[in-house]
């Protein structure tokens, strides 16, 4: 019920590319899905986030596409750039818990 | 400069030899939380505190304690460290929920031989 799944564990895009994470969830009672990047050597920073009352958020390059009946939500990174290059985390929260997924660990090449 | 800082940012210990991992913050936030972070598991959360002498358990609290005297500072602390508490950990600030931005400290890599 507490767990987030998230796919792929690593991804390979090409400069100007899509990068494309899935996160699904169980607990409906989760009520924030936000998006952290992290890069070698970093603490987790916010780069996007979503409530379930809306289906996309979108923040310059980067979209949350969000379906509450299938209880999953996903990142999207509209011509990714080397400097994207991190580690991406999904992660939910309800009350003052919050749940993370395991990560992405995204590669764009030059 | 609004931060969040932990120290030591690295330490490398025995088992039992008990040790506090501090965690401080600049932006009078409400809340604060600590975090391990192992490979394929993501960050999992230990303990968070909504406010001064409020603090509660999250996800894997088993090992560790804490304590929030003061609003700016969250010390994370291991009694009797053991080899599964290696680990990398994280402190985190946010205004006064946990679904505000969580602002992250830099990290604490400790290893326990």
């Known amino acids: 019920q507490q767990q987030v799944k998230q796919s792929p564990q690593s991804l390979i895009v090409q400069k100007g590319g899509i990068s494309i994470i899935n996160c699904a969830y169980e607990?409906?009672?989760?009520?924030?899905f936000p998006w952290y990047q992290q890069f070698p050597g970093k603490g987790p920073a916010l780069l996007i986030a979503?409530?379930?009352?809306?289906s996309e958020k979108k923040e310059g390059r980067f979209t949350i596409s969000f379906n509450k009946s299938a209880k999953q939500f996903s990142l999207h990174i509209m011509d990714s750039q080397p400097g994207d290059s991190a580690t991406y985390f999904c992660?939910?929260?309800?009350?003052?818990?919050?749940?993370f997924g395991p990560g992405t660990r995204l590669s764009v090449l030059p | 400069e609004a931060q969040v800082t932990q120290n030591p940012r690295y330490l490398i210990t025995v088992t039992g030899k008990k040790l506090t991992v501090t965690c401080s913050q600049n932006?009078?936030?409400?809340?604060m939380s600590w975090y391990r972070q192992d490979p394929g598991l993501g960050l999992r959360q230990i303990y968070y505190s909504m406010n001064v002498e409020v603090t509660d358990k999250g996800d894997v609290p088993e090992g560790y304690k804490v304590s929030r005297k003061e609003k700016r500072n969250f010390p994370l602390i291991l009694e009797s460290p053991s080899p599964n508490q290696t680990s990398l950990y994280f402190c985190?600030?946010?205004?006064?929920?946990?679904?505000?931005?969580?602002?992250f400290g830099p990290g604490t890599r400790l290893t326990v031989l």
């Open positions: 992660a939910a929260n309800y009350g003052q818990n919050f749940v």
């Open positions: 607990n409906t009672a989760f009520d924030y």
């Open positions: 985190a600030s946010s205004i006064n929920r946990v679904s505000d931005e969580q602002f």
């Open positions: 979503i409530r379930p009352d809306v």
């Open positions: 932006m009078n936030h409400e809340y």
